[in-house]
């Protein structure tokens, strides 16, 4: 790739800053199990999830695997890109039963065993975490590439500047 434009993350780190939020949220309420769940915090997770979750794979579909070129080889690209697209997919279903018990923790009725809720708690959570680590850490490597790529360009403008 010749002169790679610069990506801009902004908006994939606003959405991992939100699950990460989240998942701060889901980690106290494991802490603290058997407690008392506000119903408005389940109904506020349980409707924006799915929809974050979705946006954020749409943009690191879009930012990560189109740049992907920039760190791997040919041949590491595809085993990646399958990689992340289970990935992806764990995480929804993940999200959509962690969706559920949410709302019937919210309505009252969940008929998981506290300890069952404190898992399923903890796994999305600690999964998320792991995957936006991931997901970073790729972001920080395609920004270093991208910027290698730049630097002689960016010299032969200086020198050509200072010749005239």
């Keep these: 790739?010749?002169?790679?434009?610069?990506?801009?993350?902004?908006?994939?780190?606003?959405?991992?800053?939100?699950?990460?939020?989240?998942?701060?949220?889901?980690?106290?309420?494991a802490d603290f199990l058997p407690c008392h769940i506000d119903e408005g915090l389940c109904s506020r997770i349980s409707h924006g999830l799915i929809p974050l979750l979705v946006t954020t794979h749409q943009l690191e579909e879009r930012l990560i695997s189109s740049g992907l070129d920039l760190i791997m080889e040919a041949g590491e690209m595809a085993e990646a890109q399958e990689r992340r697209r289970a990935g992806r997919l764990f995480d929804l279903a993940a999200a959509q039963e962690l969706v559920a018990t949410l709302e019937a923790l919210g309505e009252g009725?969940?008929?998981?065993?506290?300890?069952?809720?404190?898992?399923?708690?903890?796994?999305?959570?600690?999964?998320?975490?792991?995957?936006?680590?991931?997901e970073r850490e790729m972001m920080r490597l395609m920004q270093r590439a991208?910027?290698?790529?730049?630097?002689?360009?960016?010299?032969?403008?200086?020198?050509?500047?200072e010749a005239a």
């Excluded at 801009?8 to 606003?14: G, T, V």
Aim: aromatic share 10%; charged share 20%; glycine share 4%.
């Design 1 to 29: 790739m010749k002169n790679p434009a610069p990506i801009d993350f902004a908006e994939l780190e606003s959405c991992y800053g939100q699950i990460m939020s989240w998942c701060d949220i889901l980690q106290a309420i």
């Design 146 to 161: 991208m910027e290698a790529e730049r630097a002689p360009a960016l010299t032969g403008a200086i020198n050509q500047t």
């Design 109 to 134: 009725c969940c008929r998981l065993s506290w300890e069952a809720v404190g898992y399923q708690l903890r796994s999305f959570f600690c999964s998320m975490r792991r995957h936006i680590k991931s």
